[in-house]
């Protein structure tokens, strides 16, 4: 198919119903691929426009999938359903989306759904209570979207268009994040995933990188978009690829990056800026260096559990210079590496987002 600029709109959907976030996610598009992420996709083929969202499945009761679909996606939407109380979730998700928001500048948008007669008198008094709540953050700027009617789902739609997310920009390398992998009879191995950076090409040779051996070398054999397939795939665009090389689906997770050969550097340890969400709260009230507790932090798609092993204390709304001491390898560029600090622990109604991380270059 010869090439089209078409937008793309990669939505991450968020909140405690699970009816809700189907409601929001088949407004953007068809159910597809469903593990411990629930992604739906459409296509405009009149307006050239892409939208792919997703959802995490089983969290609050587990982080890891809420915290990837923060990382695919660039527009954040909070469901708040009205007909659920304001909780410890719903909190847990305002604190990831401000943290997303810092590193990363990705668009935020609130949602209220779930409404019915006899609770429709909350709308003004929920309103009210969530803008204080953004106002701690920075998102105090975002606006709160009330869905009543089916044509306010239309306006939902509107808005995350004039968020015009993909922006192209000029990179010197590409890089993929992987979400799902399979095999497929006749072609080999596919992986489904989102170009984060630049773009990619049928024919050309990358690395897939990621895990603690040296990066393995594959040739793009094809590239799809919604069952279309192209010869290339830009930032932005959600694609389905097929690897030629001697890999099994067994061998790629989401710890693996596909990226132009030779950029990424291993990392175990470095100095960094650390920051202490002010809500978070440590068991002894401080985060301190050298004691032995383990985090984890999400680096791109890649969970990786470390300690902090020197510098300050650091309470909460802090910041400080630490050096982190990682048991995976971490991947970078030449520009600082950026991460999420969290706990993987079952949810108990207690914020496990601690920070986040911006590495401090020699």
């Known amino acids: 198919m010869s090439e089209l600029s078409e937008a793309n709109f990669i939505v991450g959907i968020f909140g405690e119903s699970e009816k809700e976030n189907n409601l929001i996610g088949q407004t953007l598009g068809s159910p597809g691929t469903r593990s411990d992420i629930q992604f739906y996709n459409r296509l405009d083929n009149h307006l050239n426009q892409v939208f792919c969202s997703l959802t995490p499945i089983d969290y609050p009761e587990k982080i890891k999938p809420f915290l990837q679909t923060l ?44 409404i019915n007669a006899k609770n429709e008198w909350k709308i003004s008094e929920t309103v009210k209570k969530i803008k204080t709540i953004l106002h701690t953050s920075s998102l105090k700027d975002t606006e709160i979207l009330v869905i009543k009617e089916k044509q306010d789902l239309e306006i939902l739609k509107e808005k995350i268009i004039k968020f015009n997310e993909t922006k192209i920009k000029s990179n010197t390398y590409s890089k993929t994040y992987i979400d799902h992998v399979f095999p497929v009879k ?9 170009v984060k950076k630049g773009k990619i090409h049928v024919g050309e040779m990358l690395e897939l990188t990621g ?35 001697n890999i099994s689906p067994n061998e790629i997770n ?25 809500f978070y709260q440590p068991k002894d009230g401080k985060i301190r260096p050298g004691n032995g507790i383990q985090y984890y932090s999400l680096v791109d798609l890649k969970i990786s559990p470390f300690k902090f092993i020197e510098g300050k204390e650091l309470s909460p709304g802090e910041n400080t210079e630490m050096i982190l001491e990682f048991v995976k390898n971490i991947y970078g560029d030449s520009t600082p590496i950026m991460g999420i600090i969290t706990e993987l622990n079952r949810f108990d109604k207690k914020l496990r987002i601690l920070g986040y991380f911006i590495q401090i270059l020699p």
């Open 254 to 278: 989401r710890d693996h990056l596909l990226v132009t050969q030779g950029i990424l550097k291993p990392f175990k340890k470095f100095k960094a800026h650390v920051f202490l969400n002010q």
């Open 186 to 194: 006749g072609i080999g191995t596919v992986i489904l995933g989102i």
């Open 71 to 114: 990382a695919i996606s660039n527009i954040h939407i909070l469901v708040v359903d009205l007909s659920l109380e304001l909780s410890a979730t719903t909190g847990e998700i305002l604190v990831g989306m401000d943290l997303f928001h810092q590193l990363y500048d990705s668009q935020n948008l609130v949602v209220i759904a779930g």
């Open 211 to 245: 895990n603690e051996s040296a990066g393995k070398k594959v040739i793009i054999r094809s590239i799809q978009k919604h069952d279309r397939n192209f010869k290339e795939a830009f930032e932005g665009d959600r694609v389905g690829i097929a690897l030629k090389g």
